[in-house]
């Protein structure tokens, strides 16, 4: 799985849009973009995920460059129950395997 | 419908005993894979069960065993504790052709003294 890069923390505004980067410039062309948040004292929940066209659903937006190397998940409206750390996991979209976590990103969205 | 559920909650050892944790996958959900979360780390994979076999493995050593039953449910054991697997311990699961959307428990924190 290629290695991703996340900044360690981010703020936002609630009522602002959240947007979190993410780094993979060794990714692969079938290698997907996976994105996980875990809020405090719960287990990682599933965002989103993409291969290279842009995605929507009713939690965030991603973003995937055109080259690939790096993509942004968007949360439209922030609000402060987002507080959490966001994970981008890259990997393929086959078999039974293991999610491989990094430090992501810890999101504080103020009031 | 119930999402993963794992239990105990909460679970105070001393070092050198053993411990069961247990994990009920989401309706539907085949496969069960354990994490272990130490504080202000993201969760490393320990491994997978899939038709009750363990099919992938982590960087864990031999003390860490698991077990899937008829079920789906799964169990994680690990025995001689030793202070450095105190953890969040995750239980995820996941189905078929969309593995890479794992289902997470809220965890077992486990306190080793």
């Known amino acids: 799985d290629a290695k991703t890069t996340q900044p360690p923390s981010m703020d936002c505004a609630e009522g602002r849009a959240a947007n979190l980067p993410c780094n993979h410039s060794t990714i692969s062309g079938n290698e997907y973009v996976y994105w996980y948040r875990q809020i405090h004292s719960q287990g990682p929940q599933y965002i989103i995920h993409g291969l290279k066209n842009n995605e929507t659903n009713e939690m965030a937006s991603l973003i995937i460059t055109e080259d690939r190397k790096s993509s942004t998940l968007i949360l439209p409206h922030a609000t402060l129950r987002d507080t959490a750390v966001y994970y981008c996991i890259v990997r393929v979209d086959t078999g039974r395997r293991a999610l491989t976590f990094g430090s992501g990103t810890r999101l504080q969205v103020q009031p | 419908d119930a999402g993963v559920t794992q239990s105990p909650t909460h679970l105070i050892k001393t070092r050198g005993q053993q411990v069961t944790l247990r994990c009920s996958p989401k309706?539907?959900?085949?496969?069960v894979s354990w994490y272990q979360q130490a504080l202000g780390q993201g969760p490393q994979f320990i491994f997978q069960?899939?038709?009750?076999?363990?099919?992938q493995r982590g960087n864990f050593p031999d003390r860490f065993s698991g077990h899937q039953f008829p079920n789906y449910s799964s169990e994680l054991n690990v025995n001689a504790l030793l202070l450095g697997d105190s953890a969040l311990y995750l239980c995820?699961?996941?189905?078929?052709?969309?593995?890479?959307?794992?289902?997470f428990g809220a965890g077992t924190r486990l306190s080793v003294l």
């Open positions: 069960y899939y038709e009750e076999e363990e099919r």
């Open positions: 995820a699961s996941s189905f078929g052709g969309q593995q890479n959307i794992q289902y």
């Open positions: 309706s539907g959900h085949d496969t």
